[in-house]
């Protein structure tokens, strides 16, 4: 298996630009993890769904950030418009149990800057 | 509410030392536990897991780490250190809310360990 794959790995863009954040989880696995990284905050936990439906979007910061999930194959995390204070590794994981496990796979991140 | 603590931020060892990475925790049941691995510039890897079986978990290139709820401690450790073991090491308990909302994990902030030749 390839894994959980995301794209882009980087991402630089100015502020009030889209972006979009895609990621492609691991076949079979029914839950998707969005995660954020910062030096500040460390590893925060945005939004998760199971079986394609988002079930818990407290960590989603503000109106800015969306996420969707419109096939078991494919998730997105867009942020309109982007803020400098944006910028951070965004990380992609997916299970097949959820959280009870907690054996979340990841991928690589998309390190995000925003001038 | 619970909560996890990594004790140092950077832990430095020489190449064939053991290994120490500590970890306490906050938790009003018996939790879950876990290490994550994170390699530079990549995503973070499980590295074992403490479910209420047995105390002492084995994990993955050597790694072990025992759970001691008189301390409420799960200390990770290894034997000998290898250069490839050079990374950010995460503590996280999987935490249980008392009423409502969802299972999270809750990650420590992280032990940079660097090993030296």
Redesign the interface.
């Known amino acids: 298996d390839a894994g959980?794959i995301q794209s882009p790995r980087h991402e630089v863009t100015e502020m009030g630009q889209e972006v979009t954040l895609r990621c492609k989880p691991i076949s079979g696995h029914d839950y998707l993890f969005w995660y954020r990284q910062t030096m500040m905050r460390?590893?925060e936990?945005l939004i998760y769904f199971n079986n394609n439906v988002p079930?818990?979007d407290?960590g989603m910061p503000e109106d800015r950030f969306s996420a969707k999930m419109p096939n078991a194959s494919f998730s997105t995390l867009k942020i309109q418009p982007s803020e400098p204070r944006d910028s951070a590794v965004y990380?992609c994981?997916s299970s097949f149990a959820?959280?009870?496990?907690?054996?979340?796979f990841?991928?690589?991140?998309s390190r995000l800057t925003v001038l | 509410a619970q909560s996890v603590t990594q004790l140092d931020s950077h832990v430095s060892v020489s190449e064939g030392t053991p290994v120490l990475l500590r970890c306490n925790y906050s938790s009003s049941y018996s939790p879950s536990l876990f290490w994550y691995v994170q390699h530079p510039n990549k995503g973070l890897q499980l590295l074992l897991k403490y479910t209420s079986a047995a105390t002492l978990v084995k994990g993955i290139n050597g790694f072990e780490a025992e759970f001691k709820k008189s301390e409420t401690s799960f200390h990770l450790t290894k034997p000998s250190a290898h250069m490839s073991d050079a990374a950010e090491y995460f503590c996280v308990v999987s935490s249980q809310p008392l009423s409502g909302g969802y299972n999270k994990l809750i990650f420590g902030a992280g032990t940079r360990l660097a090993v030296h030749p």
Do not use: N, P
């Open positions: 959980v460390g590893l936990l079930i818990d407290s990380f994981a959820g959280i009870a496990t907690g054996e979340l990841f991928g690589e991140g």
